[in-house]
């Protein structure tokens, strides 16, 4: 029977203390900013009729590593000896995409060396046919080491995403006497300090629009492009070839200053096989030179413009998809400001086909509205401020298409839908959250029959 090496932690037995995460500092010697194994508290708020648990975690080696498979510089790979899944600081580009798919928050940022670290699994000790440091730390034996096969391998405990990555880590669940006993009746905390606003203080979100603006810009500026170019080859919208690329290059410039490492940043298009980040740059590059070319070259073939749009609309999808890993409460699949549906959003209005902006700003306003009622209930936050020019200028700018005389410019409703456009794509990052071990917990939480009535 196959076995690999993994790491097994016992709940009954944590305690908390932290002598894991003590010794992993020490022997990798880590900065204190930085914990690459961290003891996560399960309803350390305390609620009533829940039980409190400790899980210590750090990365799990998975065998379908998402980090690895997703790093668009291919700064990962594996110890086929060991199975540790190692980064290349040399390779890392400092994107941080891989913190964004990974569902255990594994991976983090060394801000002083513009790099992303994580566990290696004491990979030079566990060569030697030694232990990690933080297995022979631990007081009370919660933390162990051990071969097992895969079946051996579950985790059934709040907190710990089934992400099917297939993690080498074993976490021994709440035995049944461990168990909080219900409560008939529970307490009520005071109106002004309800538990599950307090609990979702405790996650920091990994995503926020003053950290991610230059890739909100980015993305806002491909829809725009995209649009420019299908309106031109839907209705002949006169687009200057220099303008064109200028903004392309632009946003590729803004989306490259996110990276810590500039010089590396040519690595960033090496994964395209495999990572949606890479993806995005290959193609976005490729509609960049084919616009360019098709509009700046009078004898350019027939066939180049709609073969550019067709990238363009690729390129937004794979976009799109590179935010997979991120869920917004209350939304579904499909969120009103995808730039799949801005690009052609702008590119019917470019084209005047006012049936057809009409009904993606109808779908786009019932897509906000029904996310933010959702949110509303479930008591997220809702910004009325931001609602109200989000579908107010959607709503004028298709009006406006729609009353136009037919000689009169595009432009006015363009810059409407445009502005529009710009406040959802900003709600979007604001609203945005990568999960991790702390998010799972309070959703778990929060989820809790025994805890509603609290």
Same mark, same amino acid.
């Given at each position: 029977m196959k076995t690999r090496h993994a790491f097994v932690v016992d709940v009954n037995k944590c305690t908390g203390c932290d002598a894991c995460t003590i010794a992993c500092q020490i022997a990798n010697q880590l900065p204190p900013e930085i914990q690459w194994r961290e003891v996560r508290t399960f309803n350390e708020l305390?609620? $009533?009729?829940? %039980?409190?648990? #400790?899980?210590?975690?750090?990365?799990?080696?998975?065998?379908d590593a998402p980090c690895m498979q997703q790093c668009p510089a291919l700064a990962y790979h594996r110890d086929e000896l060991t199975g540790a899944v190692l980064i290349n600081s040399e390779a890392c580009i400092g994107c941080g995409y891989c913190a964004w798919v990974c569902p255990y928050g594994a991976p983090r940022m060394d801000t002083d060396k513009g790099v992303m670290t994580k566990c290696n699994m004491c990979n030079d000790k566990v060569r030697d046919g030694g232990v990690p440091a933080c297995v022979t730390s631990c007081p009370t034996d919660a933390l162990n080491w051990r071969q097992l096969p895969d079946e051996d391998l579950t985790q059934d405990v709040p907190g710990f995403?089934?992400?099917?990555? @297939? $993690?080498?880590? @074993?976490v021994e669940g709440v035995r049944e006497e461990r168990r909080a006993p219900q409560m008939t009746t529970p307490p009520s905390l005071p109106p002004w300090q309800p538990w599950h606003r307090r609990l979702r203080q405790v996650a920091v $979100?990994?995503?926020?629009?003053?950290? +991610?603006?230059?890739l909100a810009v980015f993305t806002l500026m491909a829809a725009v492009l995209v649009g420019a170019m299908a309106a031109n080859q839907w209705s002949g919208l006169a687009t200057d070839w220099r303008l064109f690329l200028g903004a392309g290059v632009l946003g590729m410039a803004l989306s490259a200053s996110h990276l810590r490492h500039l010089r !590396?940043?040519?690595?960033? $298009?090496? #994964?395209?096989g495999e990572?949606?980040?890479? @993806? +995005?740059?290959?193609?976005f590059s490729g509609f960049l030179i084919l616009g360019t070319v098709s509009l700046a070259v009078p004898a350019a073939p027939s066939w180049l413009g709609p073969l550019t749009v067709g990238l363009g609309g690729l390129t937004l999808a794979v976009i799109d998809r590179v935010y997979g890993s991120a869920v917004i409460p209350g939304s579904g699949p499909v969120h009103s400001a995808h730039v799949l549906g801005t690009g052609l959003l702008l590119a019917a209005t470019g084209a005047s086909a006012t049936v057809v902006?009409?009904?993606?700003a109808v779908v786009k306003i019932s897509l906000y509205v029904a996310r933010q009622m959702v949110r509303a209930r479930k008591e997220r936050a809702v910004s009325l401020g931001l609602s109200v020019p989000r579908v107010g200028f959607l709503a004028a700018g298709a009006g406006w298409l729609a009353l136009a005389q037919p000689s009169e410019s595009v432009l006015p409703a363009v810059a409407i839908i445009l502005?529009?456009?710009?406040?959802? !794509?900003?709600? =979007? =990052?604001?609203?945005? %959250?990568?999960?991790?071990?702390?998010?799972?917990? @309070?959703?778990?939480? +929060?989820r809790r029959p025994e805890a509603h009535g609290i």
């Open positions: 305390h609620v $009533p009729a829940v %039980e409190m648990i #400790h899980l210590s975690m750090a990365c799990n080696h998975c065998l995403a089934q992400a099917g990555t @297939r $993690p080498s880590i @074993r $979100p990994q995503i926020s629009l003053a950290h +991610e603006w230059t !590396r940043a040519w690595r960033a $298009p090496l #994964h395209a990572s949606w980040l890479s @993806r +995005e740059i290959v193609l902006v009409v009904t993606i502005v529009g456009e710009v406040v959802d !794509r900003c709600i =979007y =990052y604001w609203e945005l %959250e990568i999960p991790t071990p702390n998010s799972l917990q @309070r959703d778990e939480l +929060e």
